[in-house]
């Protein structure tokens, strides 16, 4: 389980790398996907080590930290819920639009890397 655990929490450090090679370059709807990858594998790392078993397959912040047993403050749980909307317009644009405000894009980002920070302080 450790090398599965190091897997999730490993590839979500990549991905909020990746998130800051693209805000860097003005791609903001896919900082947003970016951010929302991040979480989801810090929270399936979480929900690993608390469950001892593979994480669900899903894209659901807010189902994955309930199941991760983490205990989240009301504000960070709307943010995972602010972050769904923009995973769902990144991978079926046709669904929904939503276009990330330029002015929310850094304080968004900074969210991220603070909330995974803390995922993985817990574990």
């Not at 791609?27 to 929270?43: D, I, N, P, T």
């Not at 995972?80 to 317009?89: A, E, N, P, S």
Request: net charge negative; with cysteine.
């Amino acid at each position: 389980m450790d090398k599965l655990i190091s897997y999730w929490l490993d590839s979500a450090e990549e991905d909020i790398l990746t998130a800051k090679v693209l805000l860097d370059n003005g791609r903001l709807l896919s900082v947003m996907f970016y951010c929302h990858l991040a979480l989801e594998k810090g929270l399936k790392g979480a929900y690993v080590k608390t469950k001892g078993e593979n994480a669900p397959k899903t894209h659901n912040l807010l189902y994955l930290a309930k199941a991760s047993g983490l205990f989240f403050e009301n504000k960070r749980l709307e943010f995972l819920g602010v972050l769904m909307t923009y995973q769902i317009t990144g991978r079926y644009p046709d669904i929904q639009n939503y276009e990330p405000e330029l002015d929310k894009i850094e304080e968004y980002f900074e969210k991220t890397k603070e909330i995974l920070a803390w995922i993985k302080q817990q574990l």
